[in-house]
């Protein structure tokens, strides 16, 4: 995540939904196998929802340390107070380097935020120790109508706004693979959850969700009369996608990608 402060990331915005965020995280942590010795890096932590998941998994017995790394100062104070980084670096997750070889660098939700962040992949998986692991979850979201629509009603409603506008993006899964493949044993998957989204009036749930990361750009940079009209005509349309249930959630399928990426070398296992 990054953000200058009058552009920052709203935490309560983004938990509104913490518990379907995290799940990606925590099923992409499972699927990491033992790293050598070294640090433990949270690339684009946030407010450090997965840091106790980390910590518990590769630090506590290996006296590793768990460095978070986010540009998002909102989301810092809250990573902060978790009171389980060894330390948290400020600053753009594009123009990070370790100090020190790390163990795993762990992204959840944060590199697709980096424009051509495929030149970032490779030194990542560089810097790595021996038998170190890369592992990255990202929205595979952007073709379904959820995000989609919010493109083609920016188009309508304020023509040439969105060229202005930097949108996340993420490569093909075959992209991913072959740029990965000569660094290292790459495991690359998709999945899609089926999430209850509940109510939040005033508006759509899938609105809610998505107008707290995706759309979040293209909001900022509108003035409060265009904004509110882009917002209500989203919320008049996107119920055709995703009908409200009679308690007012609706059933949301999200698909992310994964890949782990297991540098080359032998190692002693830490954890």
């Excluded at 953000?3 to 995280?25: I, V």
């Excluded at 790394?69 to 909102?74: G, T």
Aim: hydrophobic share 40%.
């Amino acid at each position: 995540m990054s953000g200058e402060r009058q552009n920052d990331w709203d935490p309560g915005t983004y938990h509104r939904f913490r518990g379907h965020r995290l799940r990606p995280a925590l099923d992409l942590l499972a699927r990491v196998g033992p790293v050598p010795p070294g640090d433990v890096i949270d690339l684009g932590c946030g407010a450090g929802d997965v840091a106790p998941e980390l910590h518990l998994r590769f630090c506590k017995t290996t006296g590793a340390r768990l460095i978070g790394v986010d540009r998002s100062p909102a989301m810092m104070e809250r990573a902060r107070a978790q009171e389980v980084y060894d330390r948290l670096d400020v600053c753009d997750i594009a123009q990070w380097a370790p100090e020190s070889v790390p163990a795993l660098i762990f992204s959840n939700a944060a590199l697709h935020w980096v424009p051509d962040h495929q030149d970032l992949l490779v030194r990542l998986v560089q810097s790595l120790a021996p038998g170190g692991t890369l592992a990255v979850q990202v929205p595979f979201q952007n073709n379904a109508p959820s995000h989609r629509l919010w493109r083609t009603l920016a188009e309508e409603l304020c023509p040439g706004h969105l060229a202005q506008v930097a949108l996340p993006e993420v490569l093909r899964p075959a992209q991913y693979f072959h740029l990965l493949e000569p660094l290292g044993a790459v495991n690359l998957w998709s999945s899609e959850y089926f999430q209850m989204l509940p109510p939040c009036a005033p508006g759509h749930p899938v609105r809610r969700f998505t107008e707290a990361t995706y759309a979040r750009p293209i909001l900022q940079t509108l003035g409060e009369a265009e904004r509110d009209r882009l917002v209500h005509a989203y919320d008049d349309l996107i119920t055709k996608a995703y009908p409200l249930s009679e308690g007012g959630g609706a059933l949301f399928p999200f698909r992310r990608m994964f890949f782990t990426v297991t540098r080359a070398g032998r190692s002693v296992p830490a954890g």
